[in-house]
């Protein structure tokens, strides 16, 4: 009988430590979305053949960019500094600034989005977000010019703000 007993407190407390796990696992995932969720108002997208980036959190995001040739998805620059975003904007980028030099036409492959806490994340076309490795690829400048002013980007203020 003695046996059944503690055959019944150690099932009790395999089980217990099952549903500490499970617990700790939930909060490493709610974590990780709350830290993840000013990056989550930040997308891009074409529309009408440009590319548009939106800040959509109340708070400006800092904005890497990576570019790769229309018909070769597989290859990307390392990230090159865009600028600061303002909260709320919406900014249409014009196509020199992903196309450089007569290079072969580029597309927004991914941006690297610095939050207010410091913390870098990679956003890929896909919506895909995650925390960025220290090994990301960034093109280091001598200076870091704003790329959007004097370039004819136009930012427009946002209807919605606040929400992904």
Known sequence: MAAVGLGVTAWGTVKSSQVADDQLDQSREQQLASDRQQVAQVNFWV?????????RSLDPVSIYFSTRPVNDPAVSSPFQ????????????????????????????ASLLVIDTDG???LRD????????????????????????????????DLDTCGSP
Do not use: F
Request: aromatic fraction near 4%; proline fraction near 11%.
């Open 125 to 156: 076309h896909a919506g895909r977000i995650d925390p960025a490795s220290a090994d990301v690829p960034i093109a280091i400048a001598p200076v870091y010019v704003d790329r959007l002013s004097g370039k004819d980007a136009q930012a427009t």
């Open 47 to 55: 529309e009408g053949g440009k590319t548009v980036i939106a800040n």
């Open 81 to 108: 500094w865009l600028s600061k975003i303002p909260p709320c904007k919406r900014v249409l980028l014009p196509d020199r600034l992903l196309t450089p030099n007569d290079r072969d036409p580029q597309v927004l």
């Open 119 to 121: 913390r870098a994340w």
